[in-house]
């Protein structure tokens, strides 16, 4: 599965973006979707995940990022609203193959990043 984000950039705290990410090749397979982000000198962190509908969520995120998913265009989205300067790192879209398990793990796959900055 091949995975293209779109709509980082900078904003001001307080303010909204929505990301996107469009999946193309084998998505028939593709069961969660999610993103990440990766601040600058950290580790990738989950964000927030959707599955059948099931959504969850980062406690850093709750009441302010919402993720969907609309399976007939492939793709997922991410509202982010009253962003905050800690929200500044380059997000990352994931898909997991339900096609692809070795023992018992989804194999992944992953976007290149958007980058979002949030000045105070």
């Known amino acids: 599965v091949q995975l293209r984000e779109s709509g980082g950039g900078l904003v001001q705290a307080g303010g909204s973006l929505r990301l996107s990410c469009a999946a193309s090749g084998e998505t028939r397979c593709i069961s969660t979707m999610s993103w990440w982000r990766q601040a600058p000198g950290k580790d990738r962190v989950l964000v927030a995940a959707i599955r059948d509908g099931k959504t969850n969520y980062a406690d850093a995120v709750k009441g302010r990022f919402t993720i969907s998913r609309d399976n007939a265009k492939n793709t997922v989205s991410l509202e982010m609203n009253s962003l905050k300067p800690d929200d500044t790192a380059v997000y990352y879209c994931?898909?997991?193959?339900?096609?692809?398990?070795?023992?018992?793990?989804?194999?992944?796959?992953w976007g290149i990043g958007t980058q979002v900055t949030v000045s105070s």
């Open positions: 994931n898909a997991a193959d339900s096609c692809s398990v070795i023992a018992g793990i989804e194999m992944e796959d």
